[in-house]
């Protein structure tokens, strides 16, 4: 069974930066597509970044393109989200999401809380 687990989330200060991890296990993702979304309260899920299995290309919402890097390490089955310049907006529960290469099943981690906030 498929479980994603995040953490590195946490309160931070406007400007300041934190680095979200995301730990695969039941699967070796190599083949899979990764991403991270967010949930603001009173908002819909949305996208922020994802990550392709092969050529590792990158799509970011417009809102973070810039300020967050995504990346992944295969050899270690994870999945990582660097935040930096971080705005008061960014406040949401981060997701972790992969898509599996041939069945295409969503999977989801249980989400991890970061707030902006002086």
């Known amino acids: 069974q498929v479980q994603l687990v995040e953490s590195g989330g946490g309160l931070v200060q406007p400007g300041g930066s934190l680095r979200l991890s995301c730990a695969a296990s039941g699967r070796i993702i190599g083949l899979d597509d990764v991403g991270w979304y967010r949930q603001a309260p009173g908002k819909q899920r949305e996208l922020v970044a994802t990550?392709?299995?092969?050529?590792?290309?990158?799509n970011y919402a417009d809102s973070v393109k810039g300020r967050f890097t995504i990346s992944r390490d295969n050899a270690k089955n994870m999945v990582y989200l660097q935040m930096n310049s971080l705005k008061p907006e960014d406040t949401a529960v981060y997701y972790c999401?992969?898509?599996?290469?041939?069945?295409?099943?969503?999977?989801w981690g249980q989400g991890t809380q970061v707030t902006v906030s002086s």
């Open positions: 990550i392709t299995s092969t050529s590792g290309s990158t």
């Open positions: 999401n992969l898509k599996t290469w041939r069945t295409q099943i969503d999977y």
